[in-house]
Nanobody
């Protein structure tokens, strides 16, 4: 059974930091690119960050460049999102995504809430 389980969300003050984790099971994690998306109330889901299957390349949405860092540990089957200098506009549900486009395979986690507020 495929599972992506996010954790690490919560309430943080502006300027603070959080680290999200996404633990994978039920598929060959090391063969999948991993991405974090987010969706704020009333807005469309948007890409936050992505990392290739081997971890050698990353990409970020313009709104988080320089503040967020995506990484992965294939031995632990986990992808991380380190979020620094958080802003109220970062408030959203954050989703983990596994993608193997060449095989049309895509999996989603259930999401974790991040709220940035004083």
């Amino acid at each position: 059974q495929v599972q992506l389980v996010e954790s690490g969300g919560g309430l943080v003050e502006p300027g603070g930091s959080l680290r999200l984790s996404c633990a994978a099971s039920g598929f060959t994690f090391s063969r999948f690119a991993m991405r974090w998306y987010r969706q704020a109330p009333g807005k469309e889901r948007e890409l936050v960050a992505g990392i290739t299957s081997g971890g050698g390349s990353t990409n970020y949405g313009d709104h988080v460049k320089g503040r967020f860092t995506i990484s992965r540990d294939n031995a632990k089957k986990t992808v991380y999102l380190q979020m620094n200098s958080l802003k109220p506009e970062d408030t959203a549900v954050y989703y983990c995504n596994a993608n193997r486009g060449s095989y049309s395979l895509e999996y989603w986690g259930q999401g974790t809430q991040v709220t940035v507020s004083s």
